[in-house]
């Protein structure tokens, strides 16, 4: 079993999938399939897009087994008063600025439940966020 760990910085789009990359590299090297790969990196991507573009400040830690890879994304920020809702496509509160950015769509949270086995997100208004996914590497 590895472990690995992620900071991400709340409003800092240019480093937006540092751990996205990373994670893909790791599972490279031990050969998971790529299209369980390709799975791994848009959920954990667009999990970092949400806390730059909604929250202060996260973290991300990855724990990779023989049989899968299990993610935890925990920030500090507004949080999330109805998780049903952001769920939904097309819902989003991104700001303005980040709209301007390219993101925004609603999409991120639809894409990350269709491409993981397990999620469940718990989250505090006014205190932060916490989604744990995992992904299974064989079917
Ligand atoms: N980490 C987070 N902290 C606070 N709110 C979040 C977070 N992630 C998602 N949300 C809320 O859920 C909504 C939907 O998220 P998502 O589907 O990724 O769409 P988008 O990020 O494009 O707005 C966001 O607009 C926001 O209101
Ligand atoms: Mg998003």
Redesign the pocket.
């Known amino acids: 079993m590895m472990d690995f760990e992620f900071d991400i910085e709340g409003g800092n789009f240019t480093r937006a999938g540092t751990a996205s990359s990373a994670v893909k590299k790791i599972l490279n090297q031990l050969n998971v399939d790529y299209s369980v790969i390709k799975r791994v990196v848009v959920a954990l991507y667009?999990a970092e897009?949400?806390?730059v573009?909604?929250?202060y400040q996260?973290k991300i830690s990855a724990q990779v087994e023989v049989e899968g890879i299990t993610v935890v994304v925990e920030?500090e920020?507004?949080?999330?008063a109805d998780i049903e809702k952001?769920?939904q496509e097309g819902?989003?509160?991104?700001s303005d600025r980040v709209r301007e950015m390219g993101?925004?769509?609603?999409?991120?949270?639809?894409?990350i439940k269709r491409n993981v086995d397990q999620l469940n997100i718990t989250?505090e208004v006014g205190k932060?966020?916490r989604?744990e996914f995992r992904v299974n590497f064989s079917q």
Do not use: R
């Not at 920020?77 to 999330?80: F, H, N, T």
């Not at 993101?103 to 894409?111: D, E, K, S």
């Open positions: 667009e897009v949400n806390v573009a909604h929250a996260g920030d920020g507004p949080g999330i952001a769920m819902y989003s509160t991104a993101f925004g769509a609603g999409m991120g949270l639809p894409n989250s932060g966020t989604l």
